[in-house]
C-alpha cells in the first residue's frame, strides 16, 4: 500500500487499513527531516539522545500545557472508543491485530495469570476510574522517546537493574511495581554491558517495543524520589532462568507521537497507547509521595555523570528557603499550640424571600467534625473537582479562634514535610494586599506583598505556573480585604503577564482563571457580605473553639511551659469560680489573657481572684500597664485602635505612632508587636479583642464624639441613615462595662481619677437610652448582646429593667447560642423571676449550656433539636442525674413538628425509640410527654426524599396517641402514592384523636381512594376535615369515596378538587352528599367536569363548592 499523509485522527485510523508500523517509520522520517536540533546517524531510522538532550526533554515536557492536554484527549478517547459494550471485542481486536501477535507479551511470557493479564491489554473502561473523562495527571509522566545512549559501568552490583522474569515473578500491586521493594538479584555483566539512567524512583511500567529493535533490558529508575519508572524491553522474554544478553550502547528510536516533543504524526502511538502499559501509572502520578532531596548518583568509576535534578538549582534554592521561613515561626501564642475541631460548615439562604445566604446553624449532634484535620481539609474540594481547576476551600471562625494561628500551622507541616501534594505554599495576610495602583502581577502577589518579600528568580515563577496543581496559596485574614463581596462579579481575571490591580489579580483566582488547578486557602470571619463571597467555595470549614477539656488543658500547658507547674491547680480553681470567664474560654484568644491575668495575680498571693466580667479582664492586664506609661500614652494608642478598626485594619506601620516614647512603650508591654515574617516597620495588636477594647477606651474617653451619638455604637438597634459598622464587634460590650462600672476599679484604674470624672455625662445619656429599650422587640440576637452589655455594666437598674422586660416565651430559632450567651441568657431568666418557654431549635447549643437551661426552674417547656435532647438524656442518664433527667423529659415538647429532611423522620423514630426503651425499663414507667402530647404531625420532604421517608414515618405514627392534624401535603409534592396510602390506611384505629387528615398533591390514583375508603369508617367518630386535594382519582376513586362519605358521621369537610373524575362521579358524591346532614362542605371543582354540570349540582345542594 502506498503510503502518505492521512487525513482525520484517531478514530479515522481505527477503521483505516493502514499498517501502523509503516506509518510510524514515515512520519518519522518526516518529522526527523524538519528537525535541525536531532543529530541523526548515518543510519536513516536511528537516532540518539545524550543525558542532557534527555534532561531537557523531559524538562520541556513537564512544562508543556500541550502535552497535558494531549494525555487528557487520549484519556477521552479511550472513554469514547470503549464505552459501547458491542464494540468492546472489536476495540480489542484493532489494538492486537495492529501490534501483531508476535509482539504482545501475555502470549509468549510465563507469569501469574493476573500480572498476565493485566499486562496483555490496555484496560477497559470497567477497569479505569469512574471519572476517567475529566482525569489528568498530577504530574506529566516519565516518557521515553528517541534512543538512549549510555555508557558501560563498572560496577553493576550496586544497581538495582534485574532480570526481566524475576521481575515479574514478584507480585506487582495494582499492576504496578515499586523498585525499592524488589530483591536484588546478582547478574554478570561485561565491560559494555547495559547501565541504568537515573530517574526518579515510582511504579516501574514494562514497554513492550516493535520486534526490531535488538534484545536488552533498559531500565530507568532512581531510589528515594518519586517519578515513574519505566523498563523497556524488547524481544522475546527470556526464561526465569536466562540472563539478559550484553547489548551495545545505542538503543535504536521508538515511534514518537503528537504528545510528545520531536513529532507531529497524527497517528504515531503515545506511551498511552502501547498496549501493555496501562493507562493509569502513564497518565497520572497522584497520591505518590515526593521527598524534596536531590537525585544521587549510580556509583560508577571513570563514568561521565548521568544525574537528573528534578528542579533547577534555583528552585531548589527557593524551595530550601522557603521551608526555612515557615518552619521558624512559633507553633502558637508562646509556643503553645491546643488543636480545636474543625467542622464541616455549608451556607443557607437566610430566608424564604431573600437570595443571601449566610452560615448554617447545625445541631451539636449534627456536626461533622474533620476526623482527618488537616489533611482533610485539603482534600475536601479534590473528589468532585474537574482536573486544572481552581480549588477553593475557606477556614471560618469569629475573632480570637485561632484562624491566624491555624493558617501558620498549615505553613508548617508544609515546612515539615507533611503535605507532599503541594511543592510550594505561600501565605500572605490579606491586610497587605489594600494597595492602590494597578501595576501588579501574579509574581508580586506570590513574593513581593508578603510580609516578608521573597527573592526568587524568573525561573521559579516559570516552573510555579507550569505546575500550579502543585501551589498552595493562604489568604489569610479575608475579611481585611477592601470590597471583597465583588470579587465574584467582575467581567474577567487577568492574564498572569498582564499588570493590573491587586483587586483584579484576587478576581482572577476567585473566578479560577489565574492560576488555575492550585488550591486557595482562606481564612475569614462570618459576618455581614463575606459569607456572599465566599458562595462557591469548593469546600467550607469552621473552628469550633476550645471545648471545656482544650480549655483546662491549654491553661496547664501554659502553667507549664511558664516554669509555674506548682500554679497549675491553683489557677484552674481561679477559672472555675469566673463561669462567664470560664464559658469565655472556649476562645483561645481569651483562654490566653485568662492565663496571663491568673499568672500575674498569683505572684501576689493567695487571695487572687479574677474579675467577674469581659471589662475587668482587661483592665487588670492593662492596668499594670499603665502604671509607668508616658503621659497621655495609653489614650493615644486607643485612639488608634479605633481610627484602624474604622478602616477595617488591625496593622500599622511604626510611623503611625504620635511619638517615639509612645511606641518604645507599647512594644515593650505587649501591646503591639511584630506579626510572625512581618517586616521591621509594620506592626500589629496581639488580638483582636484588644484592639476592641482599646477602641471602646477610646469612645468612653473622647470628646470628639457627641453623647447623644454614643448609642449607635452599641449597636442594638438598626439606623436607616448611616448605619454604624459594626467591624470592632467587641466594642459594645466593653463600652458599657467602662461606662458604668466603678470607676476606682475601670477607668481610675487605668487613666486616674480625672478620666473617670468625664464619663458622668456619657453614663446618663446611655442609661437613658437602655431602660427605654424594649426586649420584647428586639430580634434574637440583639436581645442577646442587650443581655451582655447588661451584664458587663454591673449596673443594678439596667439589670432589672432588661430581666423584667424579657418576654415569656423567647424564640432563638436559627440563632448561634456560643456558651457565653447559654451563661448570660441562664443568669437572666434566673433574675427575672417568672416562668419561661425556650425555643433552642437551630442554636447549636452545647449539651453543657443546654443542660444548664433545661435545669432551670423558671424554664418549664423548651424545644431543641431532637438528636440534641435525646443526647443529653442519655448522658444525664449514664451520670446518674436522675432529678434533672425527668425535668428534662417533662419539660421537652415537639408541639407542632414538621417533617423537613429525611434526618428529621430519623430523630422522631429514635426519639420513639427512647420511649419504648423507657417504657420497657423496671425503673421507669410512662409515655414521654413529647410523645404523648404531639397533636401536630406535618410532612414536608418533597418528590424525592417523601416516598423513601414516608415507610419509616408509618412505623412510628401509632405512637402518637394524642395526634390531631396530620398533614401531608406539601408545596413541592411528597407523592406518597397509592403504596403510601395502603401503609397509612393501617395506622387509622390506632388514630383515635385524628381530626385533620391531609393528603393533597401525593398522586394518589383510584386503587389509593379504594384503599382509603375501606379505612376510613375507623376514624368515623373523630375525623372532621379531609383533604384529597390535586391527586389523580378517576371516576371509580369517587365512587369509592362516594359509598363511604354517609358512615362518616364526623366529617363536616372534604375537599377533592383538582382530581380527574369525570361528571359521573361528581354525579355519584353529590347524591351521597345528600344523605349526609353532617357535612357543611365539599369542594369538588375539577376541569375535567362541564362547568354547567357543576353549577347544576351546586344549584341542587349549597354545599358544594366549586371556588
Known amino acids: 500500500m502506498e503510503l502518505g499523509p492521512l487525513e482525520g485522527g484517531y478514530l479515522e485510523l481505527l477503521n483505516s487499513d493502514a499498517d501502523p508500523l509503516c506509518l510510524y517509520h514515515f512520519y518519522d522520517q518526516m518529522d526527523l527531516a524538519g528537525e535541525e536540533e536531532i543529530e541523526l546517524y548515518s543510519e536513516p531510522d536511528t537516532d540518539t539522545i545524550n543525558c542532557d538532550q534527555f534532561s531537557r526533554l523531559l524538562c520541556d515536557m513537564e512544562g508543556d500545557e500541550e502535552t497535558r492536554e494531549a494525555y487528557a484527549n487520549i ?131 514494562f514497554v513492550p517495543t516493535i520486534s526490531t529493535l535488538p534484545h536488552g533490558l533498559w531500565q530507568i529508575s532512581e531510589a528515594g524520589t518519586g517519578v515513574s519508572s519505566i523498563f523497556i524491553y524488547h524481544g522475546e522474554v527470556p526464561q526465569a532462568s536466562q540472563v539478559p544478553p550484553p547489548s551495545g550502547f545505542t538503543v535504536h528510536g521508538l515511534p514518537t507521537s503528537p504528545d510528545r516533543p520531536g513529532s507531529t504524526s497524527p497517528f504515531a502511538p503515545s506511551a498511552t497507547d502501547l498496549p501493555s502499559m496501562p493507562e493509569p501509572a502513564l497518565t497520572s502520578r497522584a497520591n505518590m509521595t515526593e521527598h524534596k532531596t536531590s537525585p544521587t548518583q549510580c556509583p560508577a568509576a571513570g563514568e561521565v555523570s548521568n544525574k537528573l535534578p528534578k528542579w533547577p538549582e534555583p528552585v531548589e534554592q527557593f524551595y530550601r528557603s522557603l521551608q526555612d521561613t515557615y518552619g521558624a515561626e512559633p507553633a502558637g501564642p508562646d509556643g503553645i499550640l491546643v488543636e480545636v475541631d474543625l467542622v464541616q460548615a455549608r451556607l443557607e439562604r437566610s430566608s424564604s424571600k431573600s437570595l443571601e445566604r449566610e452560615l448554617a446553624t447545625p445541631d451539636w449532634a449534627e456536626r461533622q467534625l474533620a476526623q482527618g484535620g488537616l489533611a482533610e481539609v485539603l482534600l475536601a474540594a479534590k473528589e468532585h473537582r474537574r482536573p486544572r481547576e481552581t480549588r477553593v476551600i475557606a477556614v471560618l471562625g ?226 499594670r500597664a499603665a502604671l509607668d506609661s508616658p503621659p497621655g500614652a495609653l489614650a493615644e494608642l486607643a485612639k488608634l485602635a479605633w481610627e484602624l478598626g474604622r478602616r477595617h485594619q488591625s496593622t500599622l506601620q511604626e510611623d503611625q505612632f504620635p ?79 467602662l461606662i458604668f462600672q466603678p470607676p476606682a476599679r475601670c477607668l481610675g484604674a487605668l487613666l486616674g481619677p480625672s478620666a473617670a470624672a468625664s464619663v458622668d455625662r456619657k453614663q446618663k445619656v446611655l442609661a437613658r437610652y437602655l431602660k427605654r429599650l424594649q426586649p420584647g422587640t428586639l430580634r434574637a440576637r440583639q436581645l442577646l448582646e442587650l443581655l451582655h452589655c447588661a451584664h458587663e455594666a454591673e449596673e443594678a437598674g439596667i439589670w432589672q429593667h432588661v430581666v423584667q422586660e424579657l418576654p415569656g416565651r423567647l424564640s432563638f430559632l436559627g440563632t448561634r447560642l456560643t456558651p457565653p450567651d447559654a451563661h448570660v441568657l441562664g443568669k437572666a431568666l434566673e433574675a427575672a423571676g417568672q416562668d419561661f418557654s425556650l425555643d433552642l431549635r437551630s442554636t447549636g447549643i452545647c449539651p453543657s449550656g443546654l443542660g444548664s437551661l433545661v435545669g432551670l426552674s423558671c424554664v418549664t417547656r423548651f424545644r431543641a433539636a431532637l438528636s440534641d435532647t435525646v443526647a443529653l438524656w442519655e448522658s444525664l442518664q449514664q451520670h446518674g442525674e436522675t432529678k434533672l433527667l425527668q425535668a428534662a423529659e417533662e419539660k421537652f415538647t415537639i408541639e407542632p413538628f414538621k417533617a423537613k429532611s429525611l434526618k428529621d423522620v430519623e430523630d422522631l423514630g429514635k426519639l ?65 402514592g397509592d403504596e403510601g396510602v395502603s401503609q397509612l390506611s393501617a395506622t387509622f384505629p390506632q388514630l383515635k384523636s385524628l381530626e385533620t387528615l391531609n393528603l393533597s398533591q401525593n398522586n394518589i390514583t383510584d386503587l389509593g381512594a379504594y384503599k382509603l375508603a375501606e379505612a376510613l369508617p375507623s376514624l ?19 365512587e369509592s369515596l362516594a359509598r363511604v362519605l354517609p358512615d362518616m358521621v364526623s366529617l363536616r369537610v372534604m375537599d377533592v378538587q383538582y382530581n380527574k373524575f369525570t361528571a359521573a362521579g361528581a354525579q355519584q358524591l353529590a347524591a351521597s352528599l345528600r344523605r349526609c346532614p353532617h357535612v357543611e362542605t365539599l369542594a369538588m371543582w375539577t376541569p375535567t367536569i362541564p362547568f354547567s354540570v357543576q353549577e347544576h349540582l351546586q344549584q341542587q345542594d349549597s354545599r358544594i363548592s366549586l371556588r
Open 912 to 976: 420513639v425509640q427512647t420511649q419504648r426503651t423507657r417504657s420497657s425499663s423496671e425503673d421507669t414507667a410512662g409515655e414521654l410527654p413529647a410523645v404523648r402530647d404531639l397533636k401536630k404531625l406535618e410532612f414536608a420532604l418533597g418528590p424525592v426524599s417523601g416516598p423513601q421517608a414516608f415507610p419509616k414515618l408509618v412505623r412510628i405514627l401509632t405512637a402518637f396517641s394524642s395526634l390531631q392534624h396530620l398533614d401531608l401535603d406539601a408545596l413541592s409534592e411528597n407523592k406518597i
Open 398 to 623: 469569629k475573632a480570637g479562634q485561632g484562624k491566624s494561628y491555624w493558617a501558620g500551622a498549615v505553613s508548617r507541616a508544609w515546612a515539615c514535610g507533611r503535605l507532599p501534594q503541594y511543592d510550594f505554599v505561600f501565605s500572605v495576610p490579606c491586610h497587605c494586599l489594600n494597595r492602590p495602583g494597578d501595576a501588579y502581577g501574579l509574581q508580586d502577589l506570590l513574593f513581593s506583598l508578603g510580609p516578608q518579600p521573597l527573592v526568587a528568580a524568573d525561573e521559579v515563577f516559570s516552573h510555579i505556573l507550569k505546575r500550579p496543581d502543585r501551589v498552595l496559596l493562604i489568604l489569610d485574614g479575608f475579611e481585611e480585604l477592601e470590597a471583597q463581596d465583588g470579587f465574584l462579579h467582575s467581567t474577567c481575571g487577568p492574564a498572569p503577564a498582564e499588570p493590573c490591580s491587586l483587586r483584579g489579580l484576587l478576581a482572577g483566582l476567585f473566578q479560577k482563571k489565574l492560576l488555575r488547578g492550585c488550591t486557595l486557602l482562606l481564612t475569614a470571619r462570618p459576618r455581614g457580605r463575606l459569607v456572599q463571597s465566599l458562595s462557591k467555595a469548593d469546600a467550607l470549614f469552621e473552628l469550633s473553639g476550645f471545648s471545656m477539656e482544650q480549655a483546662q488543658a491549654y491553661v496547664m500547658r501554659y502553667f507549664e511551659s511558664s516554669g509555674m507547674t506548682e500554679h497549675q491547680d491553683r489557677a484552674l480553681t481561679l477559672l472555675r469560680d469566673r463561669p462567664l470567664l470560664l464559658s469565655h474560654s472556649h476562645s483561645p484568644t481569651l483562654c490566653r489573657a485568662v492565663c496571663q491575668l491568673s499568672e500575674a495575680l498569683l505572684e501576689l498571693g493567695e487571695d487572687a481572684k479574677l474579675p467577674s466580667t469581659l471589662t475587668g479582664l482587661y483592665v487588670g492586664l492593662l492596668g
Open 659 to 737: 511619638s517615639a516614647d509612645v511606641r518604645t512603650w507599647a512594644m515593650a508591654k505587649g501591646l503591639v508587636q511584630h506579626p510572625p515574617r512581618a517586616a521591621e516597620s509594620e506592626l500589629a495588636f496581639p488580638s483582636f479583642l484588644l484592639q476592641c477594647f482599646l477602641g471602646a477606651l477610646w469612645l468612653a474617653l473622647s470628646g470628639e464624639i457627641k453623647d447623644k451619638e454614643l448609642p449607635q455604637y452599641l449597636a442594638l438597634t438598626p439606623r436607616k441613615k448611616r448605619p454604624y459598622d459594626n467591624w470592632l464587634e467587641g466594642v459594645p460590650r466593653f463600652l458599657a462595662g
Open 1020 to 1038: 368515623a367518630a373523630s375525623l372532621l376535615r379531609l383533604s384529597l386535594y390535586n391527586n389523580c382519582i378517576c371516576d371509580v376513586g369517587a
Open 75 to 205: 484519556a477521552e478517547l479511550d472513554q469514547y472508543v470503549f464505552q459501547d459494550s458491542q464494540l468492546e471485542g472489536l476495540s480489542k481486536d484493532i489494538f492486537i491485530e495492529h501490534i501483531g501477535p508476535d509482539e504482545v507479551i501475555g502470549e509468549s511470557m510465563e507469569m501469574p495469570a493476573e500480572v498476565g493479564q493485566k499486562s496483555q491489554k490496555r484496560p477497559f473502561p470497567e477497569e479505569l476510574p469512574a471519572d476517567l473523562k475529566h482525569w489528568k495527571p498530577a504530574e506529566p509522566p516519565t516518557v521515553v522517546t528517541g534512543s538512549l545512549l549510555v555508557g558501560p559501568v563498572s560496577d553493576c552490583s550496586t544497581l538495582p537493574c534485574l532480570p526481566l522474569p524475576a521481575l515479574f515473578n514478584q507480585e506487582p500491586a495494582s499492576g504496578q511495581m515499586r523498585l525499592e521493594k524488589t530483591d536484588q538479584i546478582p547478574m554478570p555483566f561485561s565491560s559494555s554491558s547495559l547501565s541504568c539512567l537515573n530517574l526518579p524512583e515510582g511504579p516501574i511500567q
